[in-house]
């Protein structure tokens, strides 16, 4: 059972348009959620962040919504450069009682991005 | 410069013989942890290790095993793999306290 839909597998958009990323998750204990990038050949690299007591977090071209009520977050990307083809995961974490913070994965969305 | 490196990158190995992945970091994190991604599944987790000579299971731990000797080691052991084990693997660490794991560049590990 996916805890954590992404349910675009790929994006593709127009440089210097908005890019839009999609996260849909079903236990509501989540507390914490992140976008990680990934590059082909090599590992994620984290991208931007936003706990549950938010709903929007901002860095430079990088903005997360969290919407509660609909179990919902997305990544807006503006404007869109050709390095910002990559595969997005989106991830959400919840503490447990030894406080391992695990984190559950979507499958990710690939995003290209045409000059 | 920070970050955790896995070795080898590919490896290509014949079911039953005993290999290990090693994972080192360099940020002086105190949570490590193992992943695998296959197609259609995700990253899942398989052990991780929350200090020195503190491990657990993740979700997929089956054929797996880890240690935890030094802070900036964790080494991935398969004792004998077998084929569905053929995956993605990444390591990753982070500190306790933060959510926010580094990754390392990832083994692609195919057992025939």
């Known amino acids: 059972d996916q805890q954590v839909k992404q349910n675009s597998p790929s994006l593709s958009v127009q440089e210097g348009r908005i890019s839009i990323l999609n996260c849909d998750y079903t236990n509501s204990m989540f507390d914490y959620f992140l976008w990680y990038k990934k590059y082909p050949a090599e590992g994620p690299t984290f991208l931007i962040s936003?706990?549950?007591i938010k709903d929007k977090n901002e860095d430079g071209r990088f903005t997360v919504f969290l919407n509660k009520s609909a179990k919902h977050l997305s990544l807006h990307i503006v404007p869109s450069q050709p390095g910002d083809s990559a595969v997005y995961f989106c991830a959400a974490s919840r503490g447990d009682a030894g406080n391992n913070r695990k984190l559950i994965w979507g499958l990710g969305t690939s995003l290209a991005v045409n000059p | 410069e920070a970050q955790v490196t896995q070795n080898p990158r590919y490896l290509i190995t014949v079911t039953g013989k005993k290999l290990t992945v090693t994972c080192s970091q360099n940020m002086n994190h105190e949570y490590m942890s193992w992943y695998r991604q296959d197609p259609g599944l995700g990253l899942r987790q398989i052990y991780y290790s929350m200090n020195v000579e503190v491990t657990d299971k993740g979700d997929v731990p089956e054929g797996y095993k880890v240690s935890r000797k030094e802070k900036r080691n964790f080494p991935l052991i398969l004792e004998s793999p077998s084929p569905n084990q053929t995956s993605l693997y990444f390591c990753a660490s982070r500190t306790v306290m933060n959510t926010e794991a580094f990754f390392g560049q990832g083994t692609r590990l195919t057992v025939v």
């Open positions: 936003i706990s549950s």
